[in-house]
């Protein structure tokens, strides 16, 4: 699967085993925890009688660098427990976790001899990536660092917030900049074992040029041949889309932020991520929690487009998980439990719509597994697929697999027989085996974007 976007810079320079297996842990996995953690999460999104913050605090409350380093006296999240953090990643069916080894803040969660602006001259003084590293390591977890390219601390990094009035940009040098971040890097792809992903963010002001990008990209991909690199590393990205307009952008994966695309691509591997509630970084006051039962869907809906799912927590200045996002990263964990094989290592779906849920599918024993995804549980007891020849071969409750169902075809479609009751009002998962791959009858006015839904 080759990209439109992906890989040109860099992968004609570097002697790369193969693309395919660079990616397949990636598209295996459908679904990550990232984590949004740093100095913002002391002030939990209020300043001075304002609440609509997060991680973003120095900008939009407009603090100023001698105020906001005050916060390196208050870092100390004595309750941080790399372990624990990890286990309910993994307890929620997560394969890999994105942590902010820098946002757009400066601040550095690991010991970095590059900077003095880093966990290391707080109170806590622990190597947070370091301790989440080994909790990954034995955990089988991917580690992935976000790593945000605009920094509002370091002296070189151009340009100054507009607001940042006493900031001087005298004797501040951008390459300068470039090659400090390039240590930052380079510390991170050398101290903390075999890297996922890097995710960067913060491409969009003028300073940082498509040939930067590139040059950046070889760079990572010089120090970790296998890593993944978003395409927020050039750019190339549309809007809040994420996705990489045409070109020649480097970058292996498409970013979606907040939202899913109504129609994955065929060809390009991408990644939505979206928080829990409106906050990325811990907000206090946030309390506009999205369902269990929503995010479960979110997740499926997302596989069903043949996309990766990177689901948000922004953990307290104690380093704990806010209530809510452990309960909700539990409830996740159940569905998992039992409905894990309807998302990892499948496919898009190939159908273009279907009223009552999300399909996701797997080639096995040289048919293919259908996963139905029943959303909203039919009246009638009967569930159908229209425009598919192939012949049937068996169905079954996922949750309950010695449960047959009975098949009919009817025309252009196959009818499975349901129980009266959803056994999972959320999504009960149905899988189906046919012969083949799947033989769909393309509606003619729709025949172009089949395989879009
Ligand atoms: O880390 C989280 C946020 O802090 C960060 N990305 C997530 C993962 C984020 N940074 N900025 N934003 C979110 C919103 C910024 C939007 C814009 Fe733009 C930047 C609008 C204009 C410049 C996006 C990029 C749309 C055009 C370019």
């Known amino acids: 699967m080759a990209s439109f976007f992906g890989c040109q810079g860099g992968d004609q320079k570097i002697d790369e085993p193969n693309e395919e297996t660079r990616m397949d842990w990636w598209r295996d996995a459908r679904f990550g925890m990232f984590i949004h953690w740093g100095l913002y999460s002391i002030p939990a999104g209020e300043w001075k009688g304002t609440t609509n913050h997060a991680e973003w605090i120095r900008t939009t409350a407009e603090i100023s660098l001698e105020e906001y380093d005050q916060f390196l006296d208050d870092f100390n999240p004595v309750e941080f427990d790399a372990e624990a953090w990890v286990k309910m990643a993994k307890d929620a069916g997560m394969k890999y ?76 040098e951008f390459p300068r900049y470039v090659d400090y971040m390039k240590n930052q890097l380079k510390e991170l792809l050398t101290n903390y074992g075999e890297i996922g992903v890097l995710w960067f963010d913060g491409e969009w002001e ?33 809007g809040m889309q994420g996705l990489t307009a045409e070109g020649n952008f480097v970058g292996d994966f498409g970013t979606p932020e907040q939202e899913i695309p109504d129609t994955g691509l065929p060809g390009i591997d991408w990644e939505s991520c979206m928080t829990m509630n409106d906050h990325w970084g811990y907000n206090k006051n946030d309390d506009n929690w999205k ?61 273009e719509h279907l009223d009552w849920g999300r399909v996701t599918q797997k080639q096995i024993n040289g048919g293919t597994r259908l996963y139905l995804h029943v959303f909203d549980w039919p009246e009638n007891g009967e569930l159908r697929l229209g425009g598919i020849r192939n012949e049937a071969i068996q169905a079954s409750l996922l949750s309950a697999a010695s449960t047959q169902l009975t098949i009919r075809r009817d025309e252009d479609a196959l009818v499975i027989e ?28 729709n025949a172009d974007s089949i395989s879009n839904h």
């Open 97 to 172: 976790i994105t942590i902010t080894s820098k946002h757009h803040d400066g601040f550095g969660l690991y010991d970095s001899k590059t900077s003095d602006f880093d966990v290391m001259a707080t109170p806590f003084k622990r190597d947070i990536l370091k301790e989440l590293a080994d909790a990954c390591e034995k955990a089988g977890i991917k580690l992935c660092f976000y790593h945000s390219i605009m920094d509002w601390h370091h002296p070189d990094y151009l340009p100054r917030r507009g607001w940042e009035k006493n900031r001087s940009t005298e004797g501040a």
């Open 418 to 445: 349901l129980p009266k009751i959803s056994p999972n009002e959320i999504d009960e998962v149905i899988y189906l085996d046919i012969k083949g791959e799947p033989d769909m009858i393309l509606a003619p006015m």
């Open 206 to 238: 003028d300073t940082w040029t498509h040939e930067e990008g590139v040059e950046l990209y070889d760079y990572i991909r010089s120090l970790q041949p296998n890593i993944i690199i978003n395409n927020r590393v050039d750019k190339g990205r549309q």
């Open 291 to 351: 369902s269990s039962e929503e995010l479960i869907q979110n997740l499926v809906d997302i596989a069903s487009k043949g996309g990766n799912f990177l689901l948000n927590i922004g953990p307290k200045a104690d380093g704990t998980f806010p209530q809510e996002s452990i309960e909700r990263l539990a409830a996740i964990g159940n569905w998992m439990n039992v409905n894990g094989a309807s998302i990892y290592e499948t496919q898009a779906s190939p159908f």
